[in-house]
């Protein structure tokens, strides 16, 4: 068993790696060199496991670790991850650098919503075809068509090059940053890196068709795919060689 386990979502393919929101967490596993296991769960497993390994009566969702050098303790949301390694982890590299807690949640949330609004309009029905299973596509969708009110067709839209332009417009000033720094978060990476990074791998998973035109050459130079290639080696299933510790 490694030291730590890490609850991840899975659809029909074993083993890929696609969802932002436990990219997250296992990119910061990675950039740290800690080494992991993951535990893959589909949708309807997340209900019934994770409540039984947080035991905190809040609402099942995936990422969770558990550290089991440090009492077994369970951590659940990829921000409250971050915070935790970052404190019990202090030798390896850290996430939220210095007095800028604030900052880096700042760019979770203006990611979330200027980024991976439009990505998840371009994504949303690749992914209901890649729920395994009938009954999981129907829970897929009523679940959130309801929190959208709306159809998963309405959501996503008929224009795809709308959502395109919103993606570039919101890379604007991430484009900026980085011709002066070569990570978000200065010259090392940071949580605001991790962020952008999860929504990357995403697209590029489920739309490679639109990802190098829209999230690598958005803007007519080489910046964004630079910034991607020293970050995408941290989104694989385990630390790259130089980072482990």
């Given amino acids: ?3 730590i386990e890490l609850y991840d979502l899975v659809l029909d393919t074993p083993n890929e790696i696609f969802s932002p929101n436990t ?3 296992r990119i910061a596993l990675n950039i740290k060199g ?3 296991e993951t535990k893959w769960l589909d949708f309807f497993q997340v209900h019934s496991v994770i409540p039984t390994i947080t035991k905190t009566g809040e609402k099942p969702t995936v990422p969770v670790i558990v550290d089991h050098q440090h009492d077994d303790k369970a951590v659940q949301d990829s921000w409250e991850i971050v915070k935790y390694l970052d404190k019990t982890y202090p030798d390896t590299p850290p996430l939220i650098h210095g007095n800028n807690e604030a900052l880096q949640f700042f760019f979770y949330n203006y990611a979330n919503a200027n980024i991976l609004v439009p990505i998840f309009k371009l994504c949303v029905l690749t992914v209901v075809e890649k729920c395994p299973t009938k009954e999981m596509q129907n829970w897929f969708r009523q679940t959130r068509e309801q929190s959208f009110n709306m159809t998963l067709e309405e959501f996503a839209g008929d224009d795809e090059n709308v959502h395109v332009e919103n993606i570039k ?4 000033l991430v484009h900026t940053t980085l011709k002066s720094y070569s990570y978000l978060s200065g010259e090392k990476p940071g949580f605001s ?5 999860a929504l990357y791998k995403m697209f590029s998973v ?6 190098e035109q829209t999230l690598l ?8 795919r630079q910034w991607w290639r020293r970050m995408e080696k941290y989104t694989k299933h385990s630390p790259p060689a130089e980072a482990v510790h």
């Fill in 23 to 25: 990219l997250k967490a």
């Fill in 34 to 36: 800690l080494s992991y």
């Fill in 193 to 197: 890196d991790v962020t952008l990074a």
């Fill in 169 to 172: 417009s919101g890379l604007g």
């Fill in 217 to 224: 050459d958005a803007y007519p130079d080489d910046v964004l």
């Fill in 206 to 211: 489920f739309r490679s068709d639109l990802f």
């Fill in 1 to 3: 068993m490694k030291a």
